[in-house]
């Protein structure tokens, strides 16, 4: 079974609307780490935002938002008000247990086109 | 304020050659992790390294193999090449204990 669900491989979005990207994992372990990176065509993966398992409150970083819904183990990104140069691969990733530094589980990405 | 630095950021080898890939990490960083993403795939780990050890390793065969230095570089060899090692090889780095791992704009190996 996948770690990392994201069902949208490609999204299309008019530029100064709001996005939303979907991500949904699978862990049976009470700890771990949610983050949403940003890849542009230039290949760096750009950390955006992250959440712990046991965060009261949703990230918020910027423009970015993570819609951390645990029960039903989903882990949405919203982007508010979306610009040119957010159209890049997303990804959502994980890190499974206590240790905060362990290995990153990624999934396969969405793909987002802004429009002008 | 260096990020996370890879070399060299193209590559062309041939089935059966050997390559050495490099990182440095960005600064005050001791723990590196490398990735392999290959096409229109998520990043996949392969290992990490923490004071010169390999700490973790994902699911890739001894062909795939590391090296940290004291100043916490590193370096990823993959000997005899196949044509299904081709991808975008990433590495991260991270401070031990830290949350967030950095990334660099990766290597891109072509095997022909």
């Known amino acids: 079974a996948q770690k990392i669900t994201q069902t949208q491989p490609g999204m299309f979005v008019q530029e100064k609307e709001a996005v939303t990207l979907d991500c949904t994992y699978d862990t049976s372990d009470p700890s771990y780490g949610l983050f949403w990176y940003k890849q542009p065509s230039s290949g760096e993966m750009i950390f955006l935002i992250y959440?712990?398992?046991?965060?009261?409150q949703n990230a918020t970083e910027g423009r970015y938002s993570l819609n951390f819904q645990k029960a039903r183990k989903s882990a949405n990104l919203v982007i508010s008000a979306s610009q040119l140069g957010d159209s890049a691969m997303y990804f959502c990733a994980m890190r499974e247990g206590y240790r905060r530094d362990d290995k990153i589980i990624f999934g396969k990405g969405t793909r987002l086109h802004i429009l002008p | 304020d260096a990020g996370v630095t890879q070399s060299p950021t193209h590559l062309i080898k041939t089935r059966g050659q050997q390559v050495t890939l490099r990182c440095s990490p960005k600064?005050?960083?001791?723990?590196v992790s490398w990735y392999q993403q290959a096409l229109g795939q998520g990043p996949q780990f392969i290992f990490q390294y923490y004071e010169e050890e390999e700490r973790q390793r994902g699911n890739f065969p001894d062909r795939f193999s590391g090296h940290q230095f004291p100043n916490y570089s590193s370096e990823l060899n993959v000997n005899a090449l196949l044509l299904g090692d081709s991808a975008l090889y990433l590495c991260?780095?991270?401070?031990?204990?830290?949350?967030?791992?950095?990334f660099g704009a990766g290597t891109r190996l072509s095997v022909l």
């Open positions: 959440q712990g398992s046991y965060d009261q």
């Open positions: 600064s005050g960083h001791d723990t």
């Open positions: 991260a780095s991270s401070l031990a204990g830290a949350n967030i791992q950095y």
